[in-house]
């Protein structure tokens, strides 16, 4: 931790700034999500039909394709990340709240709340405590020992990016070490393997079948255009969300943090670390709505339950508080942050 920085100041005006922000939340952020579940609804259905009028001419297909890959990046991003980190729970709404809502992807939501929510959140880029840094396959940095394994760590990588849904619903059954490896000592269990391994089993096994079995068989003779169309529609989601996530934690500037510079740690300094081990990704207001405001790393660290829609009005005034306390604010175009994170992969792939 930089020692010249005034912490308790820094806390008071992010802490001023998220009131302030936060007294303004109502009406306008209800509607925006219920716009964009409408929209993601729309880009659905309308995809699902595409699909089966791809006899007709393959453009309806891959039009159609486009269409239910936007929408499953939708459901994942914009609305199913921010829902579940309790952005909208305000509304009380009996479905869009963090206790009911259901997302179109492997990972059961309450795992995905244990692991994201709190552990990555409260712990971001501290070794030892985040698996979301390198998701305990990757070596991102000298804090870890070099290994043979990570010689092919970009095929690694990959792999990861084409099966993302999976590695993430499989994220906390490796942190509990579920089906192979010495569980972690000292390590609580929040929730008993056999019931971990029930809901993986479950989501995972759901959403194979709606997408590869249900909806197939619902389009008679052409079920195949429906499979492939799935299958296609679903490998590009997980390509945008798992290169989305990398640029706005494993840029080149982000920070990494040892455990004992993080005792007793206060509001100052965990505001600081939030800011230096994120990094946020120049675009346009379509570009940012099919990040999840992802794209707005910074700011989701720094206010991971203000909606997500408010990312990009708070990020100057960030920007500004940052800058007076002489903490870098990491930014830059796509193509820059990625080029970036392949750097950092293919880096620490060597001693």
């Given at each position: 931790?930089?020692?010249?920085?005034?912490?308790?100041?820094?806390?008071?005006?992010?802490?001023?700034?998220?009131?302030?922000?936060?007294?303004?939340?109502?009406?306008?952020d209800?509607?925006?999500?219920r716009?964009?579940?409408?929209?993601?609804?729309?880009?659905?259905?309308?995809?699902?039909?595409?699909?089966?009028?791809?006899?007709?001419?393959?453009?309806?297909?891959?039009?159609?394709?486009?269409?239910?890959?936007?929408?499953?990046?939708?459901d994942?991003?914009?609305?199913?990340?921010?829902?579940l980190?309790?952005?909208?729970?305000?509304?009380?709404?009996?479905?869009?709240?963090?206790?009911?809502?259901?997302?179109?992807?492997?990972?059961?939501?309450?795992?995905?709340?244990?692991?994201?929510?709190?552990?990555?959140?409260?712990?971001?880029?501290?070794?030892?405590?985040?698996?979301?840094?390198?998701?305990g396959?990757?070596?991102?940095?000298?804090?870890?020992?070099?290994?043979?394994k990570?010689?092919?760590?970009?095929?690694t990588?990959i792999?990861?990016?084409?099966?993302?849904?999976?590695?993430?619903?499989?994220?906390?059954?490796?942190?509990?070490?579920?089906?192979?490896?010495?569980?972690?000592?000292?390590?609580?269990?929040?929730?008993?393997?056999?019931?971990?391994?029930?809901?993986?089993?479950?989501?995972?096994?759901?959403?194979?079948?709606?997408?590869?079995?249900?909806?197939?068989?619902?389009?008679?003779?052409?079920?195949?255009?429906?499979?492939?169309?799935?299958?296609?529609?679903?490998?590009?989601?997980?390509?945008?969300?798992?290169?989305?996530?990398f640029?706005?934690?494993?840029?080149?500037?982000?920070?990494?943090?040892?455990?004992?510079?993080?005792?007793?740690?206060?509001?100052?300094?965990?505001?600081?670390?939030?800011?230096?081990?994120?990094?946020?990704?120049?675009g346009?207001?379509?570009?940012?709505?099919?990040?999840?405001?992802?794209?707005?790393?910074?700011?989701?660290?720094?206010?991971?339950?203000?909606?997500?829609?408010?990312?990009?009005?708070?990020a100057?005034?960030?920007?500004?508080?940052?800058?007076?306390?002489?903490?870098?604010?990491?930014?830059?175009?796509?193509?820059?942050?990625?080029?970036q994170?392949?750097?950092?992969?293919?880096?620490?792939?060597?001693p």
């Amino acid at each position: 931790m930089n020692k010249n920085i005034n912490f308790e100041q820094l806390a008071t005006e992010l802490d001023e700034l998220k009131r302030q922000t936060l007294a303004q939340v109502g009406a306008s952020d209800a509607a925006y999500i219920r716009k964009v579940i409408v929209w993601q609804r729309s880009l659905e259905w309308g995809g699902r039909v595409l699909l089966m009028l791809g006899f007709l001419h393959p453009v309806w297909w891959i039009i159609g394709v486009l269409s239910l890959a936007s929408a499953k990046i939708l459901d994942n991003m914009e609305i199913g990340h921010n829902v579940l980190h309790g952005q909208y729970d305000w509304m009380n709404d009996p479905h869009i709240n963090s206790r009911q809502f259901d997302w179109d992807i492997a990972c059961d939501g309450k795992s995905w709340q244990r692991i994201h929510n709190y552990e990555h959140h409260t712990y971001t880029n501290v070794i030892g405590k985040d698996r979301d840094f390198g998701y305990g396959l990757l070596r991102l940095s000298n804090d870890f020992s070099w290994r043979l394994k990570n010689l092919w760590q970009f095929i690694t990588y990959i792999y990861l990016s084409v099966l993302f849904q999976w590695g993430v619903s499989y994220h906390e059954l490796a942190a509990e070490r579920v089906f192979m490896g010495k569980k972690k000592q000292g390590r609580a269990s929040n929730v008993d393997a056999n019931e971990l391994k029930r809901r993986f089993f479950s989501k995972g096994g759901k959403q194979l079948v709606k997408d590869y079995v249900v909806f197939p068989l619902l389009a008679g003779p052409l079920f195949l255009w429906v499979l492939v169309g799935n299958l296609i529609a679903n490998l590009l989601r997980n390509l945008w969300t798992s290169t989305i996530i990398f640029c706005g934690h494993f840029t080149s500037d982000v920070h990494t943090f040892s455990q004992a510079e993080c005792e007793n740690e206060t509001q100052g300094q965990w505001y600081y670390r939030q800011a230096l081990g994120s990094s946020n990704i120049k675009g346009g207001k379509l570009f940012h709505i099919l990040t999840g405001h992802l794209s707005f790393q910074i700011e989701h660290h720094l206010f991971p339950d203000l909606p997500s829609s408010r990312y990009q009005q708070v990020a100057p005034q960030v920007q500004a508080i940052l800058s007076r306390h002489g903490i870098a604010y990491h930014t830059g175009p796509f193509l820059r942050q990625y080029s970036q994170v392949v750097k950092r992969i293919v880096r620490y792939s060597f001693p």
